[in-house]
Structures are given as C-alpha cells and as structure tokens.
C-alpha cells in the first residue's frame, strides 16, 4: 500500500472517530439531561398534585397558591435552561473564526457537566479570567468537555482515598492563552501519555482504554486551534495532602 493510500486510510478513519466523539457527546448531555430533570419533575407533580388534593377537599387556602406557583415556575424555567444549554453546544457548530470570552465558554460548560461533578461528588476548584480569544469556539468546547468528562470517568473508575477534584485555571502569558486542567489523582500514566503523543497507539488500543476522546483532542488542538497540549503527570500539595495527578496544559495564540 502506497503511504498516500495510508494517509487516506487514516484520514478516514480519523472523521469517523471525530462523527463517533460527538455522537457520544451528544448521548452524554442527552444522560445528563434526564438526570436534571427528574427532580424539578418531581416538585412540578408533588405541588401540582397538593394543590389539587386540597381543593377536593375545600382545605386549599389562597396564601399557599401563589407559593406553589413560584415552586412550579421556577421548576419549568430550570427545565427550560438545560434545554438551552444542549441546544446551545448542538447548534455551536459553527467552524469559522470568531471572538469569544474563555470564562463565559466555560459557563456554559459548567451548566452543562454541573450534574456530573454534583452527582459524583467531584469538587471544581476555578481560577478562571475573563480573556477574549479569536478562535474556532466549537472545536475548543469539543476539547475542553472531553478533557473533563474524560477526568469525571477516570476518578470515578479509582479506589481513591482523597478528595476528588478538579483543578481548573486560565490565564494570559505573553501574547497566549493557557488552560490549566488538573485532577486530583493520575488517570494516564506516562506511557499512555507518550503513546497518545506519538500516535503510536492502535485504534483498537485506544478504544479499549477509553482514551479515543483525548487523542481526537490532541488532533484537534494542533490541527484546528494550531496551538500546543502538554499533557503530564506531577505532584502536588493541595490543604496539607499529597496529591499526584494528571495535568492538561493547554496553549492558544491570543
């Protein structure tokens, strides 16, 4: 086989893989959607239905009915916005240059994965500044949502006796923007991180570890974003504990 023939193959591949990450994107906000309802749900039908109830039985009184409105309204208006939050990243597919706040990205991002780090009792430390970048927005949500559901999974998936946490910073140096995400335990271990740098792993590899969304990640911030992941592990102090965790840098042209 010819190595133009090669680079076609792995070409194709390569847009297959990137149609099966957002396929699984959407499948998890979808998840996480469902998740987010079922309490305003609930507190739309326990209200509804004792309003109702104690009509029937005449013990309704008008000082308890514009309480149990504002209960309902502020329920639906709830489901409203995680409805707005998907259609926001499902219609974000915009591909072209554009101007966007890195700290109002991260917004949204955090309604949206808000449910995970709750539910799965991860705590998100932020340190993030409001920086304008000219970049392509989707392409970067598409990283940074990976990254971080990526970690969600990986400290759920280990026996760990410290707090679980998410470290996230953003800053400017120099004429760049750097994005700082690092947990509180170590989810790749160094050979897995010099594999997903080299490419050197199989696809059937990186399916198998769960790692295709990091390396379709790398792809994305070199190919589209022409900026630089390093990704390493180190040790740290975090409230007089010992930490070893995995850390993203990522660096982008201001």
Do not use: C
């Amino acid at each position: 086989m010819k190595n133009s023939d090669i680079d076609k193959f792995t070409e194709d591949i390569e847009i297959i893989l990137f149609q099966k990450n957002k396929i699984d994107f959407i499948n998890r906000i979808i998840n996480d959607i469902v998740y987010q309802w079922k309490l305003p749900l609930s507190i739309i039908s326990t209200a509804s239905t004792g309003i109702k109830l104690k009509k029937e039985l005449n013990l309704l009184e008008d000082k308890e009915i514009i309480p149990s409105m504002e209960l309902i309204n502020n329920s639906v208006q709830e489901l409203s916005n995680s409805i707005d939050e998907f259609k926001y990243f499902i219609n974000n597919t915009n591909n072209t240059m554009q101007t966007f706040s890195i700290s109002e990205l991260f917004e949204h991002i955090f309604k949206l994965l808000n449910i995970e780090f709750f539910s799965k009792n991860i705590e998100i430390r932020k340190n993030i500044q409001n920086i304008e970048i000219y970049s392509l927005k989707s392409k970067l949500s598409l990283v940074l949502i990976n990254i971080l559901n990526n970690s969600i999974d990986s400290i759920l998936n280990q026996n760990i006796s410290n707090k679980k946490i998410i470290f996230l910073k953003t800053y400017k140096k120099d004429n760049f923007l750097i994005i700082e995400i690092k947990n509180s335990i170590k989810i790749l271990d160094n050979e897995s991180i010099v594999a997903l740098y080299n490419f050197n792993m199989t696809y059937e590899k990186l399916f198998r570890e769960s790692k295709i969304d990091l390396y379709l990640s790398i792809k994305i911030i070199k190919k589209f974003l022409n900026g630089t992941i390093l990704i390493s592990n180190e040790k740290f102090i975090y409230k007089n504990k010992n930490y070893e965790g995995t850390n993203f840098l990522i660096k982008l042209k201001l």
